[in-house]
Nanobody, 123 residues
């Protein structure tokens, strides 16, 4: 049983930083792609960033490129998302997810999800 548990969300002022974590358990993630998504109120869940387990490949949505950085520590089975220069429009519920699909920019490509961690950005 795959389990993904996010943490690290909170309230931050615009321009500030947060680091989200996602603890993964239940299987080996060697062949998986791990991703971060976010969902604002009454909005669709959208792609933020993805990484191969082992970190050899990363990909970012345009909204976070240059400000967000995805990484993983496979010794700790933990995925991270460091978010810098946060803007009010970054406020959302952030989810980590896992997939073995080569198509990995859409939430429908992902099989496993955490419960989400809330990020609030004040202006």
């Amino acid at each position: 049983q795959v389990q993904l548990v996010e943490s690290g969300g909170g309230l931050v002022q615009a321009g500030g930083s947060l680091r989200l974590s996602c603890a993964a358990s239940g299987r080996t993630f060697k062949r998986y792609i791990l991703g971060w998504f976010r969902q604002g109120p009454r909005k669709e869940r959208v792609f933020v960033a993805a990484i191969t387990w082992g970190g050899s490949w990363t990909y970012y949505a345009a909204s976070g490129k240059g400000r967000f950085f995805i990484s993983e520590n496979n010794a700790k089975d933990t995925l991270y998302l460091k978010m810098n220069s946060l803007k009010p429009e970054d406020a959302a519920l952030y989810y980590c997810a896992a997939t073995v699909s080569s198509s990995n920019k859409d939430y429908r490509d992902y099989n496993y999800w955490g419960q989400g961690t809330q990020v609030t950005v004040t202006s």
